[in-house]
């Protein structure tokens, strides 16, 4: 009796040993079986520890509407009545406030400029009105009791009041602003300094300019195209423009930018058709700069389009980055097609549904090429 329990025990025990080796050999080769696929040579591995730490960042690929994009040169002008020229009221030498440069923010009414001409041969202008004003003055109030009594005819009477009119007027042009060390030369506008014409001790002429000064609120885009474009003008609705100075791209929609006008015939380069386009700007844009311009027209419907930072480069070809799952990476080859400033159309290589690493593609490139990403393995 002893004997069959003893047999039994062990039986029993025996079979638990070996479901719970089998069990644990199912595991093994369930995991084995889950990892053995082959790789690529254009598959990338990478944990997600460093892809966290190198920002990498994927998102799944949807159709949307792509405008069609002309890629151009352009301007940025100042619009009409927003500039002003400060000219010398006065002939003298010129003396500039110590710290106004180009760019610097001005009042209306402030001072930007001084004139003398206390050591000049005709004298000080104002000084030279003063006298001639209070002489026509007194000759004026002399004579006007004489008309009455017809001393003094209508004719004499006349002129001698032209000549006193005269003296006032020129006499209150050159008074306004005169102070002791010269005649003051005010902003007429608030604004910025454009540009200042004239350096300190230059001599100036009346009516020469001294310097420009502009609002800055409304600008003009001046972009021109190929003539070979004329007939897709028509259908231009907005721009992009990025600067040289600022790697930032401007959207005209975001500036409250409206379509002015379009050449219907080539400018004097003899072969560009301008457009010019009108926005608001909002304090970092410089007139009178040269921009790259996006002009957009019509939407294609379900295009792909991806940003910059998802587009890598070698020997001439333009690859993307597919997340095949978790931490594995595929690198396919795309065909670009027309870029909008912010992104580019991608012509093939991606498909809707894919999953493509939308920032960081640079540096996944990069750790793939100098092996500083380690193998896959599996230790069990």
Request: proline fraction near 3%; aromatic fraction near 8%.
């Amino acid at each position: 009796m002893n004997k069959i329990l003893y047999f039994a025990l062990c039986s029993a025990f025996l079979l638990g040993a070996c479901k719970a080796n089998t069990s644990e050999n199912h595991d093994h080769a369930e995991e084995a079986h889950a990892h053995d696929h082959e790789h690529g040579e254009n598959v990338v591995e990478l944990s997600k520890e460093k892809a966290k730490a190198a920002g990498v960042l994927s998102d799944i690929i949807k159709v949307e509407p792509f405008q069609n994009v002309i890629k151009t040169g352009g301007k940025i002008l100042a619009a009409q009545g927003d500039e002003s020229v400060v000219v010398a009221t006065i002939p003298g030498i010129v003396s500039l406030p110590h710290k106004l440069v180009e760019g610097l923010a001005i009042q209306n009414g402030q001072r930007v400029a001084s004139l003398s001409s206390r050591n000049i041969q005709d004298g000080d202008p104002a000084q030279r009105a003063r006298i001639n004003f209070e002489i026509a003055k007194q000759e004026y109030e002399r004579v006007l009791p004489l008309v009455d009594s017809k001393i003094i005819t209508q004719k004499d009477f006349a002129k001698i009041k032209q000549e006193y009119e005269n003296a006032r007027i020129s006499y209150e042009a050159n008074a306004k602003g005169h102070t002791a060390n010269g005649q003051d030369i005010k902003s007429p506008l608030a604004g910025y300094v454009k540009s200042i014409y004239v350096k300190e001790g230059d001599y100036v002429n009346v009516g020469q300019p001294l310097m420009s000064i502009t609002k800055n609120k409304r600008l003009y885009l001046r972009a021109e195209v190929s003539e070979r474009y004329y007939t897709q003008l028509k259908d231009i609705t907005s721009a992009h423009f990025k600067s040289s100075y600022y790697d930032q791209v401007y959207k005209l929609d975001d500036l409250q930018g409206e379509v002015l006008s379009f050449g219907k015939n080539p400018s004097e380069n003899g072969y560009l058709l301008p457009i010019t386009f009108a926005f608001n700007n909002i304090g970092d844009i410089v007139p009178d700069s040269f921009v790259e311009v996006y002009l957009l027209s019509k939407n294609k419907e379900d295009a792909i389009a991806l940003p910059y930072s998802a587009i890598t480069e070698e020997q001439g070809l333009y690859f993307a980055y597919k997340q095949l799952c978790e931490e594995e990476y595929e690198k396919v080859e795309i065909k670009l097609g027309v870029d909008n400033g912010e992104k580019v159309e991608i012509l093939s290589g991606i498909k809707e549904g894919d999953r493509i690493v939308q920032k960081g593609a640079q540096q996944i490139k990069l750790a793939s090429a100098t092996s500083s990403i380690p193998a896959h393995t599996h230790e069990h």
